[in-house]
């Protein structure tokens, strides 16, 4: 059990009748000498042990076990079994033993474990019932082999699980689509190109980026159903108006891929979301991401929320909730292609106005422009289009507008999170309205704020403009 003061072992032992010993024993030589191999796990010598599994044996070995319906709660006992015949694809032999028939071959075992006879019948006695054990030359035909001799098991309310080994066939195989099962065995998760364990672990790495994140009124505690936020823990002592932003980074996210840099993409997703909701006087409270991909990996999926977490942290809001989609057959499973999108909520206090206050514009009224850090997040797709085939440059290549980076570096600066100067002036009640300046740029976004009948005045000669905005206008040919 993984609890937040590590990991607590509650049991863990292993005897002759569990299925892990059930599983090994068939892979052992008739040479094996189980008390020399006993003594040497006591001493954690079993390194020094002669070859247990000969060669020329099979090296796989796979096991399926049965239990009663209710196991490991109350559970019936008394229950009829029977044992069909193997399936003709298995080599076979039969050991008869009293009036139940007990399949034996070389490659496959039943292991009895809650079974009684009562009255020359084979009956249920507890609740981990009866094993189907098969080994072989890989363990993808041991797996298939131990579904087929399980198959041949009946009794009432009979359980057992449908994804044995489906971890390691996943890690073993190229690309799991490739996996060839046969019609009778269960699909699973993993049999369709997703890895359950591979999210798994991404969770337990991502959990303490995601607590550095917590604020008052949002513990950034994932594992739920969904996050949570006190708004009167938050500050609020009247329910506040909620606002809501939506944005992903487009496709700055090639740049990322085509030099396998992934830990500021996180800041630009929260820096476009967080941005929408200061421009409106709301103070971002809370986020969550989605992260999409063909076939997960895991260092990269980290990568990109442990920049999450600063943008949260920098825009003083928690991470509280995400989403992790492998979907192979939408996205590429090679390539490490993902896309990430996110949702910032935020709010402003009861009384305190919305903005823009276009009422309260007036003829004179004083625009400020903040700086940015160089692109931000949007023209990705122009600014590629300049880079890659006007200018003939690759990523990799060096800037030619920045000394000591490449192309790729200098673009992938992230967006600046203009929360906490911009907040503490709306707090005070300066500002009637502002811009986020996105896709449309300057011309598209600033009206957004204006009543019809003003129009703003702007005087570009007094910009200090980034090095890399001038380059990419002269490239361009403007």
């Not at 269960?186 to 917590?214: C, F, H, M, Q």
């Not at 002592?237 to 944005?247: H, M, S």
């Not at 979907?327 to 919305?354: E, H, N």
């Amino acid at each position: 059990m993984v609890t937040k003061a590590g990991p607590k072992v509650l049991e863990y032992n292993v005897r002759f009748g569990d299925p892990e010993c059930q599983t090994l024993l068939p892979l052992l030589s008739v040479e094996t000498d189980l008390a020399e191999i006993m003594l040497a796990c006591t001493d954690s010598a079993l390194d020094n042990i002669a070859t247990i599994i000969p060669s020329g044996k099979d090296k796989f070995a796979a096991t399926v076990v049965a239990a009663a319906g209710g196991y490991p709660g109350p559970y019936p006992r008394g229950d009829s079994i029977s044992l069909d015949r193997f399936p003709d694809s298995l080599e076979k032999q039969r050991n008869k033993s009293s009036a139940c028939e007990t399949m034996v071959s070389s490659d496959n075992i039943i292991f009895h474990a809650g079974t009684s006879l009562s009255e020359d019948s084979l009956k249920t006695s507890g609740g981990r019932v009866i094993a189907a054990t098969s080994t072989a030359a890989t363990l993808e035909a041991a797996i298939s082999a131990a579904y087929a001799l399980m198959s041949t098991i009946h009794f009432p309310n009979m359980h057992y699980r449908t994804d044995i080994g489906h971890r390691a066939l996943q890690s073993e195989q190229p690309s799991p689509s490739s996996v060839s099962l046969p019609n009778s065995q269960p699909l699973s998760y993993a049999d369709a190109g997703v890895s359950v364990s591979s999210g798994n672990e991404l969770v337990n790495r991502i959990k303490p980026l995601v607590a550095s994140t917590a604020r008052p009124g949002a513990a950034a505690d994932i594992g739920g159903f969904g996050g949570e936020l006190d708004l009167s823990d938050a500050g609020f002592k009247e329910p506040p108006t909620i606002i809501a932003a939506t944005d992903g980074v487009g496709t700055k996210l090639k740049v990322a891929h085509a030099i396998n840099k992934h830990d500021t993409i996180g800041i630009d997703l929260v820096a476009m979301n967080v941005n929408d909701l200061i421009v409106q006087g709301a103070e971002p409270l809370t986020f969550l991401d989605v992260f999409s991909c063909g076939k997960l990996d895991v260092d990269v999926a980290e990568q990109v929320v442990k920049g999450i977490a600063v943008g949260c942290i920098e825009a003083g809001c928690a991470l509280v909730g995400g989403e992790t989609a492998e979907m192979p057959g939408l996205f590429a499973t090679d390539g490490g292609i993902y896309d990430v999108s996110g949702t910032a909520i935020g709010a402003v206090v009861k009384g305190k106005r919305i903005l823009p206050d276009k009422q309260a514009m007036r003829v004179g009224d004083m625009l400020l422009g903040l700086s940015s850090s160089g692109c931000h997040s949007n023209g990705f797709s122009l600014i590629r289009k300049i880079v890659q085939e006007r200018a003939a440059l690759s990523m990799t290549d060096p800037a030619p507008w920045s000394d000591g980076e490449s192309v790729g570096e200098s673009l992938l600066i992230p967006t600046r999170i203009y929360v906490k100067p911009v907040l503490r002036a709306v707090q005070k009640d300066l500002i009637k309205g502002m811009a986020h300046i996105t896709g449309g740029g300057l011309l598209e976004n600033v009206p957004r704020m204006l009543p019809k009948h003003l129009a703003a005045s702007l005087d570009a000669a007094t910009w200090q403009v980034p090095n890399v905005l001038r380059w990419l206008k002269e490239a361009a040919g403007k």
